[in-house]
């Protein structure tokens, strides 16, 4: 039912911007809490960046005052803005729909960050 597509991942150095976006199909986007994660080589996905339906936003600490997720139902997008990235923020970059006891997820965006 629910298909997610992110785009705008790629390669930058340290200290540049990239905008991630998940566009969704099916299901009920304007409801569902929309999360963006992430996994590096060897490592757990983590959470990134989340935001409920009504507007409230998670960060996990490392992302806070550099990342902002933010969403628009209308065309059933959610977008992740990263600034001033780093090296450590290197992975593939999933995008969640959490919702009706069932978590969807896109294929992943790759972002690579060099020093």
């Known amino acids: 039912q629910v298909q997610l597509v992110e785009s705008g991942g790629g390669l930058v150095q340290a200290g540049g911007s990239l905008k991630l976006s998940c566009a969704a199909s099916?299901?009920?986007?304007?409801?569902?809490?929309m999360g963006w994660y992430r996994q590096a080589p060897g490592k757990f996905r983590e959470l990134v960046a989340a935001i409920g339906s009504g507007g409230t936003t998670n960060y996990r600490d490392s992302a806070k005052g550099r990342f902002t997720i933010s969403r628009d139902n209308a065309k059933m997008t959610v977008y992740l803005q990263m600034n001033n990235l780093k090296p450590e923020d290197t992975a593939v970059y999933y995008c969640?729909?959490?919702?009706?006891?069932?978590?969807?997820w896109g294929q992943g965006t790759q972002v690579t960050v060099s020093a």
């Open positions: 099916g299901g009920s986007f304007s409801t569902a809490t």
């Open positions: 969640g729909f959490l919702g009706g006891g069932i978590t969807y």
